[in-house]
Structures are given as structure tokens and as C-alpha cells.
């Protein structure tokens, strides 16, 4: 069972991290009390799925279980916070659209979009080459 947590663990913190479901399951079939924090991936991997009611159960049980909760609260309340915007977003969805933007595109991969507040600056990482060597000014 541990084997499993340690592996979902891994596989969550990944850019894969919907393999862990399987882990955390049968980690959970085998001995749920195999780690204390068992708990909260699960619920971690029910909010990924969009169960959000059921994400937030789990996550306030796993907060008056687990006996470090303290020391992780800003993390569960965070979390608990994205499942409430996250049924707020489902019953109130918006129409929108991406625009591939031509001018960026490169046959490398441009990823981790982020946009500034206003909207007038956009930052990405890219594993494209430049002029000095694949070193950046």
C-alpha cells in the first residue's frame, strides 16, 4: 500500500498527474491508514475530477484527523477554496475562446502561459533556441 501512496505522490506532483488515481486507489483498497496524508490526495483527486462536494468532505474530515493539520492549513484552505469557485464556475459557465497566436508559435514548445493582470503582458517558458547558444541574455 505505501509503495502506491509513494508512487501517486510522485505521479500527482508530475506533469502526469492523473496517473496517481489508480495509486492512491489501491493504496486505499490495500491499507487506507498507510500514510496520514492518504486522505487528502484523495480528496485532492476527487477536486480534480470536478467532485467538488465530495472533494470538500474529504478535505474537512482529513483536517480534524490529521494531526499536523496546523501546519498545512493554508494549503487545504486554499484547496477548499478552489472547489468552492469551482462549482461556481460550473453553474455559471462563460463562452470563451483561444485565439493560437502565430506570432509566438515556433516549432519548440512554448508552455506555462501566464498573463498578467491587466491582460497586457504575457511570460511563457520555451525550449526554442536564440541567438546566443540556447543561453538567454
Known amino acids: 500500500a505505501l509503495l502506491n501512496y509513494k508512487i501517486g505522490v510522485c505521479l500527482i ?3 502526469s498527474p492523473a496517473k496517481s488515481f489508480e495509486y492512491f486507489k489501491k493504496a486505499k483498497e490495500l491499507d487506507a491508514n498507510c500514510d496520514p496524508m492518504l486522505p487528502y490526495y484523495m480528496a485532492l483527486m476527487n477536486q ?14 482529513f483536517e480534524t ?3 499536523k493539520a496546523e501546519e498545512i492549513k493554508i494549503f487545504t484552505d486554499q484547496r477548499k477554496r478552489e472547489c468552492e469557485n469551482g462549482k461556481k464556475i ?10 493560437n497566436m502565430d506570432q509566438l508559435n515556433t516549432e519548440a514548445d512554448e508552455l506555462s502561459p501566464a498573463v498578467s493582470v491587466d491582460g497586457s503582458e504575457m511570460v511563457f517558458s520555451s525550449d526554442r533556441k536564440n541567438e546566443n547558444g540556447g543561453i538567454m541574455p
Open 13 to 15: 506532483n508530475s506533469t
Open 48 to 61: 480534480f475530477e470536478g467532485k467538488f462536494d465530495e472533494a470538500l468532505k474529504m478535505y474537512i474530515a
Open 65 to 67: 484527523s490529521y494531526k
Open 90 to 99: 460550473i453553474m455559471n459557465p462563460l463562452r470563451v475562446w483561444v485565439d
